[in-house]
T-cell receptor, first 117, second 112 residues
Framework: AQKVTQAQTEISVVEKEDVTLDCVYE???????LFWYKQPPSGELVFLIR??????QNEISGRYSWNFQKSTSSFNFTITASQVVDSAVYFC??????????????FGQGTTLQVKP | EAQVTQNPRYLITVTGKKLTVTCSQN?????MSWYRQDPGLGLRQIYY???????DKGDVPEGYKVSRKEKRNFPLILESPSPNQTSLYFC???????????FGQGTRLTVV
């Protein structure tokens, strides 16, 4: 069955520390997409990245980087030199292509990141 | 500006009083979904629609109805709300399956 697990419920760091948010997924599909969304205290959901199952290249965008490892079914997210504005709930999500045509995103439970000044 | 608009943002209602949460998107997206967010559970899909007049149940559809009479609108209807439907609700749209989903601002519903 499809599932996304974010084992870290809450993480607290001090500004400028690096932090990695873990995401492990389960799917039987060979073609799928993985996403990360950010939910700041204001509540909206902000799209961060979409990665397909055939592209295992790591991606970097400014202070953000993503490590996709198919062998371990993980799609981890690292924030380098964290800032207070990074404080938010972060969700990892999975979308299957063949098992489901619903457009459904399967979300993890979310990781609350608190960055202290 | 490309966006998904939900209304209202906040709603407090009483058990059994029918309510509708509206959702509209201006991106001509095919797919639309409703999710509810509960602590420790992430977001779960309630209903989805692949196109006009095509809707189906998601993972937690009990107690909800939807309709898709126009491509841009996808209202969520609670015919007889109960306290266990107190939650944060999000409407989302995407161009097609497995593409980036755009979310509305959320509707915080409290049923007393």
């Amino acid at each position: 069955a499809q599932k996304v697990t974010q084992a870290q419920t809450e993480i607290s760091v001090v500004e400028k520390e690096d932090v990695t948010l873990d995401c492990v997924y389960e799917t039987r599909d060979t073609t799928y997409y993985l996403f990360w969304y950010k939910q700041p205290p204001s509540g909206e959901l902000v799209f961060l990245i979409r990665r397909n199952s055939f592209d295992e290249q790591n991606e970097i965008s400014g202070r953000y980087s993503w490590n996709f490892q198919k062998s371990t079914s993980s799609f981890n997210f690292t924030i380098t030199a964290s800032q207070v504005v990074d404080s938010a709930v972060y969700f990892c999500a999975l979308s299957e292509v063949y098992s489901s045509n619903t457009g459904k995103l399967i979300f993890g439970q979310g990781t609350t990141l608190q960055v202290k000044p | 500006e490309a966006q998904v608009t939900q209304n209202p943002r906040y709603l407090i209602t009483v058990t059994g009083k029918k309510l509708t949460v509206t959702c509209s998107q201006n991106m001509n997206h095919e797919y639309m979904s409703w999710y509810r967010q509960d602590p420790g559970l992430g977001l779960r899909q309630i209903y989805y629609s692949m196109n006009v007049e095509v809707t189906d149940k998601g993972d937690v559809p009990e107690g909800y109805k939807v309709s898709r009479k126009e491509k841009r609108n996808f209202p969520l209807i609670l015919e007889s709300p109960s306290p266990n439907q107190t939650s944060l609700y999000f409407c989302a749209s995407s161009l097609r399956q497995a593409t980036e989903a755009f979310f509305g601002q959320g509707t915080r519903l409290t049923v007393v």
